[in-house]
């Protein structure tokens, strides 16, 4: 006998202050709850530099005033002060622990495979959000406490599925803050578009971008730092773990962490061997526990998504093995209803 899905599944409509509102309101004690516990936060509080941090709320007003209209919501729905949900949504980055990507790719259909790796407490705070804007792209993603969407994998209602990675950017500058390019691209109408929300020249840090459109029947992954880029075509088989692995990005100098080594080595050996079919791989690469605590599939996974890209956007979501529950899955229905 399976159990229930754990992953709360909420909806939200309005501006975009009503609907972080809502999320506020609805998610409030695990907003409160993160903000209390995080070390990381209190360590930011305790080093900010008043200037630079006023310097670049009026970046952030003056590029994306609807999104900081979004944290204001959050801030107000929950009762948590709205500074602190400023650090958390410009400063903070979760642990670099993981997140695993692998696509399988053909003429008519795209597979993408993504572990959501963070720490563990967020298992029970995190939720799937499917957002339906007065003014915007309805879109379905997966959401931390207290951060605006945009973080996580995601699809919109106009065929973008999105993945992340994150990346140790050589070169942060003060700029826009990468959540808030995460969540403008929420908003993508086709690939391009996405490269071109995530290449803002005022970007403040570099990420990985995995990025498929199904009216396009193409996929992309793209590397950013502060200040370059590379785009790389995916024609077949792609794995991606959190450091420079592009033809255009590899050779710079970069802090890789035991763990992206030893996930990506394996990744790609195993995407290279095997049979079946692309989902049932795909899931035999992330659920991989070899070379643990540094595994594919670790300690530090909270979830796994796997997009099948075809005649619809189809997701299915699996919460961690112990669980023992059933997926839940998705299509571009979930925005009709």
């Known amino acids: 006998m399976s159990n229930e899905f754990p992953i709360e599944v909420f909806h939200v409509s309005g501006s975009n202050y009503e609907m972080g509102f809502e999320i506020g309101s609805h998610f409030?004690?695990?907003?409160k709850r993160f903000v209390e516990?995080?070390?990381t936060l209190k360590s930011i509080r305790g080093n900010l530099n008043e200037r630079k941090h006023k310097e670049l709320i009026e970046i952030a007003n003056?590029?994306?005033h609807l999104y900081m209209e979004e944290i204001r919501g959050i801030s107000e729905g929950s009762g948590i002060d709205y500074n602190d949900l400023i650090l958390l949504n410009?400063?903070?980055?979760?642990?670099?622990?993981?997140?695993?990507t692998v696509i399988f790719k053909d003429?008519?259909?795209?597979?993408?495979?993504?572990?959501?790796?963070?720490e563990r407490e967020n298992e029970n705070n995190a939720f799937i959000l499917v957002a339906k804007p007065d003014k915007g792209t309805p879109f379905l993603v997966y959401c931390y406490p207290g951060m605006i969407p945009g973080n996580a994998f995601s699809f919109n209602s106009r065929g973008i599925v999105m993945t992340g990675n994150a990346m140790p950017t050589p070169d942060p500058i003060l700029g826009i803050p990468r959540h808030l390019i995460d969540r403008s691209m929420l908003e993508a109408s086709s690939i391009e578009d996405a490269l071109d929300l995530a290449l803002l020249p005022e970007r403040a840090s570099g990420f990985s971008y995995n990025i498929v459109s199904l009216n396009e029947k193409r996929a992309v992954n793209l590397e950013t730092t502060s200040r370059m880029y590379y785009v790389t075509e995916v024609e077949d088989r792609f794995f991606h773990t959190n450091h420079y692995v592009s033809t255009g990005l590899r050779g710079i100098v970069q802090r890789v962490s035991e763990s992206s080594r030893i996930r990506y080595e394996h990744g790609v050996k195993m995407m290279s061997n095997g049979e079946g079919a692309p989902e049932k791989r795909i899931l035999e690469i992330l659920y991989s526990t070899l070379n643990?605590?540094?595994?594919?599939?670790n300690p530090w996974t909270l979830c796994t998504a796997i997009f099948d890209v075809s005649d619809d956007i189809h997701l299915t979501v699996y919460a961690?093995?112990?669980r023992n529950c059933k997926p839940i899955e998705f299509s571009t229905e979930i925005f009709d209803m």
């Open 28 to 31: 409030k004690q695990k907003i």
């Open 37 to 39: 516990s995080s070390e």
């Open 62 to 64: 003056k590029h994306f």
């Open 90 to 100: 410009f400063k903070y980055e979760y642990p670099t622990i993981g997140c695993s």
């Open 107 to 118: 003429k008519d259909r795209i597979v993408l495979g993504h572990n959501e790796d963070g």
């Open 292 to 297: 643990e605590p540094n595994s594919i599939y």
């Open 320 to 322: 961690r093995k112990e």
